[in-house]
């Protein structure tokens, strides 16, 4: 690691008050160049650890820039992984306060609970599926506190992947029942197709974002626990979204979910 325990604390607060106050910064790394990804994860569990402090709830966790139009929309190349807490989750059919966040955009994502825990390495496609429970249609809020959504993929691990809202619902499906590769998505804004993708577009399975997770935490001596509700990214690129505009995501056999921006 790079940097030191204060400074990785003091970049943990810098960060966690950007998100709590809906103001933005320059990406991190301008001022810390030599930082590591070590230091970026410790950065993003100091926020967690932050949030716990003041008697949050993890939720759940998340893979992000999973897809390939993702990647390149962004520029980078590997995945990141973050975590979801209980401030985040919004009620299929809520509003989103766009006063709270920044600069908004919405993921169509196909959404996973865990029947029994996964621990890497050595985790793969075939071992997700085992340990799935089922699996649901999600829309992720991304709102990176970088300005104007400018950052590199050591600032954006250290912004907890630029989190800040989710909402899950639809129906429901087996693995067993589901084609994961093939099935279809859209992701409609105020009743118009704005995204449309298929599960392959997640590290050719979304399955395959889950295994990365499990093997990343694995490597961290952690595992992904049984019940746990994990995002596997966004099939599409993240389209933007502002107050007045109604987001939903429809699935293939696994219904619809929706937001509203208020």
């Not at 966690?16 to 230091?39: F, G, S």
């Not at 410790?42 to 993702?70: E, Y």
């Not at 590997?78 to 975590?83: L, Y």
């Not at 649901?136 to 907890?160: H, Q, T, W």
Request: aromatic content about 4%.
């Amino acid at each position: 690691m790079a940097l030191n325990p204060q400074t990785i604390a003091q970049l943990a607060e810098h960060l966690e008050t950007c998100q709590l106050e809906a103001r933005d910064t320059p990406k991190i790394t301008n001022d810390h160049p030599d930082m590591d990804w070590d230091d970026a994860y410790a950065i993003q569990d100091a926020i967690l650890q932050r949030k716990l402090a003041r008697g949050a709830r993890v939720v759940g966790l998340k893979a992000g820039l999973t897809s390939h139009a993702k990647m390149q929309q962004m520029g980078v190349t590997d995945p990141v992984f973050g975590f979801l807490v209980d401030e985040f989750v919004v009620a299929e059919g809520a509003t989103v306060k766009t006063g709270e966040l920044i600069h908004p955009k919405v993921e169509p994502e196909i959404a996973f609970v865990l029947k029994t825990a996964l621990k890497g390495p050595g985790c793969h496609i075939g071992s997700v599926l085992a340990a799935t429970d089922f699996v649901m249609p999600g829309i992720e809020v991304i709102d990176s506190r970088y300005r104007d959504f400018k950052f590199d993929l050591k600032s954006v691990v250290a912004d907890n992947t630029s989190a800040s809202r989710f909402v899950v619902g639809g129906q429901p499906l087996r693995v067993q029942d589901v084609d994961l590769r093939t099935v279809g998505l859209v992701l409609e804004k105020n009743g118009q197709p704005v995204a449309l993708g298929a599960g392959a577009a997640v590290l050719g399975h979304p399955a395959a974002a889950i295994a990365a997770l499990a093997n990343h935490l694995g490597r961290r001596g952690q595992e992904i626990p049984a019940g746990s509700l994990i995002l596997s990214g966004g099939a599409t690129e993240a389209v933007s979204v502002q107050a007045g505009d109604n987001v939903t995501l429809r699935v293939q056999d696994m219904g619809s979910v929706s937001l509203i921006f208020a």
